[in-house]
């Protein structure tokens, strides 16, 4: 039974939002994040880096103390507003055909540490830890965690009955994406919401694994040494519920900048173990199902087939195509033990970058490029339900929601 409860968010005015809002900071390159900084004064990158107006880089608990003295101004300037009582919001993204919609709200870390709420990746102690301290010391959570659950009636007539009405947020960014939000206010319906999610014994985390860890390390160190209200607070972490089949996923190109001393023969020898190879020369080949893999080497591209004698899963992780690369060639031939930390690997998203896997080989920045299959949404619960984590970029998850757009305070 999960436990979704609406907040009541603190968000830009209606007619700052377009300007307040942002992707995720560590999407920006340098020169853009610049500009922005210089040119908009609403931006919440002002928040994200405080230093700026200082013309000066902080780090550590400086840097963390001067994010809340920037977002408590922010406040004080009427840029944020705090709604009067609790809600859901309701959010829809459209760019390029495609139209997600998702609620905005209150995921419980209880549910999380009852693996109600389910995972599907590892999280590293450190990060879990210096984003937890962020978030104490800063006091908000400004982006929502990506939570997908079963299609749901009642829900999904939810997007049908508000896109009929003006909506809250109407704004398109300089990305194309357009954004709509709704606040879903009446108690009634607030409460249908609520029994909905009640009925669902799981919920999967889809993108968001190391966010829900922090917040889940603040709540654990709230337990012992703070305040009620505090506690309370520190229970919950926003979230933005999907329903499965508004969910898009993709891959990310792997990239690796060596063959591990090996010529080009002898890999290709030492790939034919497993797979079968059939060069494509210059026509570029993307995998159209499972257990098919694109491979670009020396000029050329290639397909793998990975043979059926070498296909023996002994569980749900050795299903996938991101841990037969790995097993099969990333680890055995290319000597990468590590994939998160190896300085020898370089992982890409496929959306956006289709040219780069042929592009980052001919610049000798890489020795040879891998393309993968996406894996399907029931592959990624599957994995979740028997306590398995996948291996480093092995889903690209869509949609992306920006920052600054619903803000829950944590004091």
Not at 219 to 241: C, G, I, P, R, V
Request: proline share 5%.
């Amino acid at each position: 039974m999960a436990n979704v409860r609406p907040f009541q968010a603190t968000r830009p005015t209606r007619d700052k939002v377009a300007l307040v809002t942002t992707r995720s900071y560590d999407i920006y390159k340098k020169k853009e994040l610049n500009d922005i900084l210089r040119l908009n004064p609403f931006s919440f990158l002002h928040i994200l880096r405080p230093g700026f107006k200082f013309h000066k880089t902080v780090h550590g608990f400086k840097r963390f103390k001067m994010v809340h003295n920037r977002y408590c101004e922010f406040k004080e300037n009427g840029i944020f507003q705090k709604d009067r009582k609790p809600c859901f919001y309701l959010h829809q993204k459209s760019h390029d055909g495609e139209v997600f919609w998702g609620i905005i709200g209150l995921a419980s870390l209880v549910d999380y540490q009852k693996s109600v709420i389910k995972k599907h990746e590892n999280t590293l102690s450190e990060r879990e830890a210096l984003f937890g301290n962020y978030l104490e010391v800063t006091g908000f959570n400004a982006e929502p965690v990506l939570i997908t659950y079963p299609d749901d009636e009642f829900l999904g007539s939810l997007i049908k009955k508000y896109g009929k009405e003006r909506a809250e947020y109407e704004f398109t960014t300089n990305k194309n994406r357009t954004h709509l939000m709704w606040l879903i206010e009446e108690d009634d319906e607030i409460d249908k919401i609520v029994k909905a999610f009640e009925k669902m014994p799981s919920l999967y985390i889809a993108d968001g694994h190391h966010r829900t860890a922090s917040s889940n390390y603040l709540y654990q160190k709230n337990l012992t040494n703070q305040a009620a209200d505090a506690k309370e607070l520190s229970k919950y972490f926003m979230a933005y519920f999907i329903p499965e089949s508004n969910m898009r996923i993709t891959s990310f190109y792997r990239f690796v900048k060596t063959l591990n001393g090996l010529p080009k023969k002898e890999f290709l020898m030492a790939l034919d173990e497993n797979f079968r190879i059939q060069k494509l020369g210059k026509r570029h080949y993307r995998p159209s199902r499972k257990h098919h893999f694109s491979m670009y080497l020396d000029g050329d591209f290639y397909k793998l087939y990975l043979r059926k004698s070498s296909f023996k899963p002994e569980n749900e992780l050795d299903k996938l195509d991101s841990q037969i690369l790995f097993t099969k060639i990333l680890d055995p031939i290319l000597g990468i033990k590590d994939p998160s930390n190896d300085q020898n690997i370089h992982y890409l998203p496929e959306k956006g970058n289709e040219l780069q896997l042929q592009q980052l080989v001919d610049s000798q920045e890489f020795a040879v490029g891998f393309g993968i299959f996406p894996v399907s949404v029931e592959q990624l619960k599957s994995v979740a339900e028997n306590n398995l984590t996948m291996p480093p970029k092995s889903s690209y998850i869509e949609p992306k929601l920006r920052s600054g757009l619903t803000i829950y305070e944590l004091k």
